[in-house]
């Protein structure tokens, strides 16, 4: 049976990921810097650093992995260091693929993101389009790609591109909606709402990575939920189908992102600039690639993710507020300012 390595399997989508393998009957390895509260059959766990190359390359001189998922990433939420996220997301991508090519590990998966882009291109983004990332989270990964393109002589590299991955456990940012939705707070929109953002089932991301497993070559997907509609129509889906007293309503558009930017440069708040440079925009990634060549098709809609992703929330609120030893999207984010504007909802 196939063995492999899962960075960040203590995670929220590392998690939904090695059970899914270990259900499809992979044997995995999760290393994270978080402990994993998991014990299933064909898993070994693994609590280490990415930058601590001693510990890294004695986990593949003693292991003899058929591939390595690299889902593992420093989020720029809370008081994370730049220096570290930087180090965490580039320096430990290079030593994972620097081991893969001494052990003679043949295939990595690369988990990447659409904060490689912060602005609305105007029409769904397929790969060949030029990155250009505003904030350090962003740029980190543009530059973990940049770094594995030089090890594709020496593996086969397959990179994901994807939206926010979202189901059941996920918190993070989301936990904030979640909060006003279940406390029948209005949920605000910024400017008409009418701007459609893309998202993607944890399970289809899972999907893509297996389909990615059997690719033969490197190259780059682009993955992404189908059917979007706008965020009003997403989230009074989500309204009705939690039973909520919420309503949606406007933000101005000009006031409100003026009013983002001094919260983040006052540090009071958990939005950065890819949040205020996209809340209204458009962004759609172009999935023809990955269904075609990968034969990968996603299942679920933004508004049925998110409701799977809300009732877990509402069935689990007080043990999810308890939580602390958790990765940033499996406990919910600080509130910061956000909270006034849930008192005056």
Same mark, same amino acid.
């Given at each position: ?82 220096? $570290? +996220? ?8 290079? #030593?994972?693929?620097?081991?893969? %090519?001494?052990?003679?590990? &043949? =295939? ?121 509609? $706008? +965020? ?8 009705? #189908?939690?039973?909520?007293?919420? %309503?949606?309503?406007?933000? &101005? =558009? ?92």
């Amino acid at each position: 049976m196939p063995h492999v390595l899962v960075t960040g399997g203590s995670g929220f989508f590392g998690g939904v990921l090695k059970r899914r393998l270990l259900g499809e009957g992979f044997t995995c390895v999760n290393f994270d810097l978080l402990p994993d509260a998991e014990r299933l059959p064909g898993l070994e766990s693994i609590q280490g650093d990415l930058r601590d190359t001693a510990l890294l390359a004695k986990v593949f001189q003693e292991q003899r992995f058929d591939a390595v998922i690299h889902c593992a990433a420093m989020l720029a939420h809370g008081k994370i260091e730049r220096d $570290t +996220l930087w180090t965490s997301n580039v320096d430990g991508t290079i #030593n994972l693929a620097k081991e893969c %090519r001494e052990n003679g590990v &043949p =295939k990595m998966v690369f988990i990447s993101t659409n904060c490689l882009w912060a602005s609305n291109l105007g029409h769904p983004v397929t790969e060949a389009e030029t990155p250009n990332p505003i904030e350090i989270y962003g740029q980190s990964k543009l530059a973990a790609e940049k770094a594995l393109a030089k090890y594709t002589g020496d593996l086969d590299i397959v990179m994901l591109r994807c939206p926010t991955i979202i189901d059941s456990g996920r918190l993070g940012l989301l936990a904030i909606l979640f909060e006003f939705m279940n406390d029948g707070n209005t949920i605000w929109v910024v400017g008409k709402g009418d701007n459609r953002y893309q998202f993607i089932y944890a399970q289809d991301l899972a999907s893509a990575c297996i389909r990615a497993l059997d690719f033969k070559g490197s190259d780059i997907f682009h993955v992404g939920s189908d059917q979007v509609k $706008t +965020l009003r129509e997403v989230y009074e889906a989500v309204i009705r #189908n939690a039973g909520s007293k919420s %309503r949606v309503r406007s933000l &101005p =558009k000009e006031p409100t992102l003026a009013a983002m930017k001094l919260a983040h440069k006052l540090r009071i708040s958990p939005l950065g600039p890819y949040h205020y440079q996209m809340i209204a925009e458009d962004f759609l990634f172009d999935t023809t690639k990955a269904q075609t060549l990968l034969g990968w098709k996603p299942t679920l809609t933004n508004e049925e993710m998110l409701t799977r992703a809300y009732k877990y929330y509402a069935e689990r609120k007080d043990e999810i507020y308890a939580r602390t030893d958790a990765s940033a999207h499996s406990k919910p984010a600080s509130m910061g300012a956000i909270r006034i504007l849930k008192w005056l909802s």
